[in-house]
DNA sequence: TTAATCGTACTTTTT
DNA sequence: GTACGATTAA
């Protein structure tokens, strides 16, 4: 069966034949990386006679792994069922429930997002009355995940004097931190990187076993691993040596996280017998966009030398749209979509819009709206961290992990059951005293200083989830579930609020159990831990589909290793793509080439680029130049679009013209924007008569506070009464 | 002691 | 626009 090499270049069939020893493949985008990768575990299959469980691929998303399984099916048939594939979180999860005693959790741990931490965090803060107005909470905590990620621990900052200002002593928390989490049995996503490798250098006979277990292991977009995910490898190939890692040096986009370039660019010193393919030949996209992406990520000094070329046809140019502001990017970008869909054989589908930022997407989000185009936002805030989704998974969870105090302070007092924060404090302090969990406190509420009436409702939470602890077994799970949540009250309280946000507060939780019915009907063992834990590392891309007719919405991170005929990128404006944040310096400039770079090379047809010369930003509207990125392109592949948009003459979108009048220089920024402060606002006063560029006119009810902070009550037509900010409102006054 | 209202600060990217 | 914390009202 060596068809499996037909249709592969040579380097592509010489990398997929390296079947023994460590191999590194460097594949350049749109090389057909994937390709490599799942032939390389059919010919492992099928040629090689390795059976499918000795084999672990690892890719970057589930989405990724789903995908790569059912491309092996296609190519190996049957036999492919026990392979291994799964995200290093999710097959680390795998394997500490397993092993959890091994480590002193029980195998019922729960995962803590970032969320869940930044509350431990607060909590210590809260039980330590460490001050909080110096040194903010989250700041801690992203220290604290900063060293997690690159493997230092607490006791490895000990000789190093590491006291905030406010006499907040970072040794100390950190400490505090993992003990909580621990007791809490509960694991971070970093623990889950963690744990392992602590697990096999505890326990020789386990590694041993894993070593065996996983004869062959392939990793995909190696660029984007850190240090756990490197050591974890390592470990787990150290006797076999069978390790094939594929990436990209040039789209490694997560230094941030702590992600390593060098792991990749050094990976001859830690396997110096490594084979070294190259893969070149770009498969995807037109000459154009594959000589500009080089030109670009050509400037950057850190990468292994290599060439991405093509045969494909010249292409379009790439076309540089320039807007006055945000509001006009959008209206143009929309306008292409149209243009596209109308005029060419493409559906929305095939068209993806790409930005730097996810608080980008609103203005692009109520364009397209408005010109009826459908559209799936990837990202953004996720159905999953939704307050109401979460608080209904912390009543799951407690069931599961009573010793969650997260999950358990959250829901204590949600919804409203006169539990109130004296009452919560007490308990606390009582669960710190004894060393216990805070759920154990609650049962033993009669020894704490809560009075009797909070007393007495703390001892009816504690029934209620005892009561439905006990059914969990012996009852159907969404039918579980549904009981569950609906005696929580939480359903009840926002049905008692009646208001829009209500209402689709209770559509989610609705959609939270369906989802449950949903998971039950697909997973062979559909409990509740499988369902929490799948929850928890869930991407947002595992969620996007393909099939819709609707153009995507997504940050450059999201978009890595997928490809769209039409892409846009949007806001290639300097400060903003490249992002320069206020706060810590400059950022990672050759990082954030590298994002563009992958931007740009998601396209296979045509491109466009898009930037503004004022964008409304944190409620300022900043002047902005165009990104550098754009100057690095060689002319001859670009077109400056000149493009009219019909909408430009109507006066209601005039918010441009309107503010760049009223708009006042302020200091230069120290970075590449001017500052600007709209100036004060009009004078508004109840009754008069405005109009608004959305609503339309409408007349002033009320107005509460003073100058541009003031929030004005509005009629509109239709009897809308809506609230507005005037500082932000574009408002125009029609009579006294 | 609890609940509701008000004011303020925040938004880089994600497993 | 949102989500949290603080302040105030009950």
Redesign the pocket.
Known sequence: MSDLLAGLNPEQQAAVKAADGPVLIFAGAGSGKTRVLTHRIAYLIQEKQIPPYQILAVT??NKAAGEMRDRIRELAGDNHGQINVG????ISARILRREAESLGYSRYFTIY??DDGLRVI?QIFKDKNLP?DQV?P?GVFYTIKNYKNQMIGPDELVDQPFFFRGGIDLVEVYRLYERRLKQSNAMD?DDLLLKPIELFKNNPAILKLYQSRFRYILVDEYQDTNRAQFQMVKLLSEVHQNLCVVGDDDQS?YG??GADIRNILDFQDAFPKAQIFKLERNYRSTKTIVTAASAVVGNNRDRATKQLWTEAEQGDPITVLHASDDQHEARLIADKLLEISQQSELTFSDMAILY????QSRALEERLRDYGIPYQLV?G?KFYD??EVKDSLAYLRIIQNPADDVSVARVL?TP????????ELRLASFALDEDISLFEALKRVDETAV?TG?GNRVKDFVTLIEKHGARLAESDLGDWVQAYLIETGLIQQYQAEDSEEAESRIENIYELINGIREFQGRHEEPTLEAFLEEVA?L???DKLTDDRRQVTL??C??AKGLEFPIVFLAGLEEGLFP?I?Q?DGD?DLEEERRLFYVGLTRAEKRAFISYCSARQR??ETLLAKPSRFISEIPMDLMEMSTAKVLGDEQPVTTGTNRRGKIMSERKQSPFVAKRIKPEEAVDYAVGQTVEHAYFGRGRIMAI??SGGDSKLTILFAGNQQKKI?ARYAKLKIITK
């Open positions: 970057f998303t995200t290093f979180h999710s997002d970032d607060k909080t903010p989250k996503f986009i941030w996280r730097r930022t996810n608080a990202g805030t939704r307050k007092n409203p059951r006169g539990i109130g924060k004296t009452s009075g909070p590392l991407t947002d891309v997504m940050t991170h999201s992002l944040r706060t950022g944190y409620g509460t506070g900010i």
